[in-house]
């Protein structure tokens, strides 16, 4: 990933790994992010279900934004104006939390999610149009653990 200062997304390809043998290089089969500041979406090629790829990538990708962020009480110092100050805030985004817009008929991604940690928070017919038609979510979030 190119370095870059944070603007509040995130993007990584998913990777099949590659064997010596098979000539060294991976083959991108999908990816995950993070948008919008709080959003996280990901997707992955059909012929990859159901092997556990997610799952892996959620288990490293989630620590990262936990990692690459901070959360609101963790930052200091506060001006006498009970504002913080700009340049406080520009190493790092402020993030408490996370979530997810889920289509209901996407029961696949809703167990992974809830896997991790993730509680529905909401619905809403007819969020967005697709080739499809309409489509409707399922909110759902996350947040931020507390570290001792």
Same mark, same amino acid.
């Given at each position: /990933?190119?370095?870059? !200062?944070?603007?509040?997304?995130? *993007?990584?390809?998913?990777?099949? !790994?590659?064997?010596?043998?098979?000539?060294?290089?991976?083959?991108?089969?999908?990816?995950?992010?993070?948008?919008?500041?709080?959003?996280?979406? +990901?997707?992955?090629? @059909?012929?990859?279900?159901?092997?556990?790829?997610?799952?892996e990538v959620?288990?490293? =990708?989630?620590?990262?934004?936990?990692? &690459?962020?901070?959360?609101? &009480?963790?930052?200091?110092?506060?001006? &006498?104006?009970? !504002?913080?100050?700009?340049? *406080?805030? #520009?190493?790092? /985004?402020?993030?408490?939390?996370? =979530?997810? *817009?889920?289509?209901?008929?996407?029961?696949?991604?809703?167990?992974?999610?809830? %896997? +991790?940690? =993730?509680? #529905?928070?909401? @619905? %809403?017919e007819r969020t967005? &149009?697709?080739?499809?038609?309409?489509?409707?979510?399922?909110?759902?979030?996350? %947040? !931020?653990? #507390?570290?001792?």
């Amino acid at each position: /990933m190119v370095s870059a !200062r944070w603007n509040g997304s995130r *993007d990584f390809v998913i990777e099949l !790994r590659q064997t010596d043998q098979q000539g060294g290089k991976g083959k991108v089969i999908g990816k995950a992010g993070l948008w919008d500041g709080r959003e996280i979406g +990901f997707l992955l090629s @059909r012929s990859y279900w159901q092997r556990g790829i997610m799952s892996e990538v959620l288990a490293t =990708f989630l620590p990262y934004i936990w990692t &690459a962020t901070t959360s609101r &009480a963790s930052i200091e110092p506060i001006t &006498a104006t009970g !504002r913080v100050e700009e340049k *406080d805030m #520009e190493a790092t /985004m402020v993030l408490d939390d996370i =979530f997810a *817009d889920v289509d209901p008929r996407n029961n696949a991604s809703i167990g992974i999610l809830k %896997k +991790f940690g =993730f509680v #529905e928070t909401g @619905r %809403k017919e007819r969020t967005y &149009a697709t080739h499809l038609g309409w489509c409707d979510s399922i909110y759902l979030s996350l %947040k !931020r653990p #507390e570290y001792n």
